[in-house]
């Protein structure tokens, strides 16, 4: 894999069968498909079969409604050592009227790669390159951090 490929965007035009009878689309169809390019980005980035471990910091910006197209974008911007976090956003447009575009949804997913008798197993490092990247990196290395405290704190009681 090329070292500065790490992202990928995955298309869809929300239909009738999304949403609810007012048509708003489904918060769970939203989380599937953001699931999808995340676990498509750990497993092109690891390049083994990756398991959902974690989604977190799932924001519903807005609604999103039926016509709408939507962009979604899954981002590596963290590895431990056999971890991804993958950060996705989605962005969406109406077809109908051309003029509603913007982000709706944004989460980050955790992944744990596996080897082929499903145990964990390392993955490469992920190295961040741009501004943006070493801002999430390290967003994304406190949370994890705080995370790990909180559990460990939870076992004592």
């Known amino acids: 894999m090329d070292p500065n490929d790490n992202s990928l965007v995955l298309t869809m035009i929300m239909e009738p069968k999304h949403a609810n009878l007012f048509g708003n689309v ?3 169809e939203v989380m599937r498909l953001m ?3 995340a ?3 750990a497993i092109k980035y690891a390049k083994c079969n990756c398991v959902t471990a974690r ?3 799932m924001q519903f910006l807005k609604p ?4 709408s197209f939507v962009t979604c974008t899954g981002s590596v911007v963290y590895t431990g050592n056999t ?6 956003t989605v962005d969406a447009e109406d077809i109908r009227d051309k003029t509603t575009k913007g982000r709706y949804f944004e989460a980050y997913f955790t992944y744990v790669a596996l080897d082929k008798q499903g145990k964990p197993t390392p993955v490469p490092p992920f190295v961040p390159k741009t501004a943006r990247e070493k801002k999430l990196y390290e967003h994304v290395k406190e949370r994890r ?3 790990r405290s909180r559990r460990a704190s939870l076992k004592k009681k």
């Open 64 to 67: 999103l409604r039926i016509g």
């Open 145 to 147: 951090e705080f995370d």
């Open 26 to 28: 489904h918060g769970g």
């Open 83 to 88: 971890s991804i976090e993958v950060r996705v």
């Open 39 to 41: 676990g498509c980005m």
């Open 55 to 57: 989604a977190d910091e």
């Open 35 to 37: 699931d999808t390019a």
